[in-house]
């Protein structure tokens, strides 16, 4: 049985195209947003608050890119849990679960290697802008 494995990480430059291109959207769009990445583990890698930017939004990025971490879309998440009476109910115990769109699950292959996350405008603005973040640097 072997005592360790290897998982893998998004990368510093890969995390810094990413925010590139999302604020770059946000600017083209004239929403002022907060993009977060955060690692496999759910740790912080990379971040951006755009002058503007609420406060609030900090937090919900992340929380965004958290959810995302499950493989899935957050806006997704609520989908994925509507018809399961014990996961509807205990999801709002879970610490950083947001089930709204902006977060998007980094992958490389069927490997989920970070998340991203972006608040700060609608949904759609927030989508949008983690998409761009996410299609910068031709992550699958």
């Known amino acids: 049985m072997a005592q360790t494995f290897t998982k893998q ?15 770059a959207k946000a600017q083209e769009l004239g929403v002022p947003q907060v993009v977060a990445i955060l690692d496999e583990s759910g740790l ?13 939004s900090i937090e919900v990025a992340q929380n965004k890119a958290y959810t995302a971490l499950f493989g899935m879309p957050s806006r ?19 610490p950083r ?11 490389v292959g069927d490997k989920v290697v970070g998340g991203i996350g972006v608040s700060g405008g609608t949904v759609e603005q927030d989508v949008a802008c983690a998409q761009a973040g996410l299609d910068a640097p031709k992550v699958e």
């Open 76 to 94: 997704d998440f609520y989908n994925f849990i509507k018809d399961d009476p014990a996961l509807l109910v205990g999801v709002p115990h879970i």
């Open 44 to 56: 912080l890698k990379a971040f951006c608050r755009m002058d503007g930017a609420a406060l609030v």
């Open 97 to 107: 679960i947001a089930i709204f769109g902006g977060g998007l699950p980094i992958k």
């Open 9 to 23: 990480s998004i990368s510093h430059e890969t995390t810094q195209k990413m925010i590139t291109a999302a604020v």
